[in-house]
């Protein structure tokens, strides 16, 4: 099945640091949904985006909703340790099946 | 935020066995999702069970491997059916409510 193509890959950063990760797809989505998963864990939902062009922020997260509908970005400010995990895109329309990325593997130095 | 609790958290199984993944919901939902992944990569959705419905299975999945019942609005099982090495993944259950919340996953390893 497709998978939404995120990047980049993998990052290594200092503490501190802020981050930036985007997520890119050939289809339009009507929500965009972004998911962190630890080691051992299921992902968590950590935010979603209903309308294109919508900026959304969690704390020290925030993500856009970009205007083609057919990207979004996430951005972490001030990196932690316990920022460490995968962070997965997903895209969905209506109450359909997500299409997920294919994540992004943060490692923070401290 | 839903709370979604699935047994067993891991496993460790002889090839040729069948395993029965239990999956608990804490609030009612029509539509729960089993999935599959492999370590450090993306997820692979196995199939979709509506409560009501038979399950729909993706390209790829077939039932009598991955037999799926859903009795109910709070609960759901996945069994790993006839199990080889191949099978050892993590397998994940969720929940579709305004979003989609998922279970802590199933670590199973066949030897």
């Known amino acids: 099945g497709q998978q939404l193509n995120q990047s980049p890959q993998s990052m290594f950063i200092q503490e501190g640091e802020d981050v930036s990760m985007n997520c890119t797809s050939s289809s339009i989505f009507n929500t965009w949904l972004w998911y962190k998963q630890e080691p051992g864990e299921g992902p968590v939902l950590l935010i979603a985006?209903?309308?294109?062009?919508e900026l959304t922020s969690n704390g020290r997260l925030t993500a856009q909703f970009g205007i083609t509908r057919k990207d979004s970005f996430l951005n972490i400010s001030a990196s932690i340790p316990s920022d460490v995990g995968i962070y997965f895109c997903?895209?969905?329309?209506?109450?359909?099946?997500?299409?997920f990325g294919t994540g992004t593997r943060l490692t923070i130095i401290p | 935020s839903a709370v979604i609790s699935q047994k067993p958290s891991r496993d460790i199984c002889q090839r040729g066995t069948s395993l029965t993944i239990q999956c608990q919901v804490d609030?009612?939902?029509?539509?729960m999702f089993w999935y599959r992944q492999q370590p450090g990569q993306s997820l692979t959705l196995i199939a979709t069970a509506n409560q009501g419905s038979e399950a729909t299975y993706e390209s790829g999945f077939v039932i009598d491997k991955f037999p799926i019942s859903r009795p109910n609005l709070t609960f759901s099982t996945l069994t790993v059916s006839n199990m080889s090495p191949e099978d050892s993944s993590i397998y994940l259950c969720?929940?579709?409510?305004?979003?989609?919340?998922f279970g802590q996953g199933t670590r199973l390893t066949v030897v």
């Open positions: 609030s009612q939902v029509t539509m």
């Open positions: 997903a895209g969905q329309n209506g109450n359909e099946k997500l299409t």
């Open positions: 969720s929940a579709q409510y305004t979003e989609a919340f």
């Open positions: 985006l209903y309308k294109a062009g």
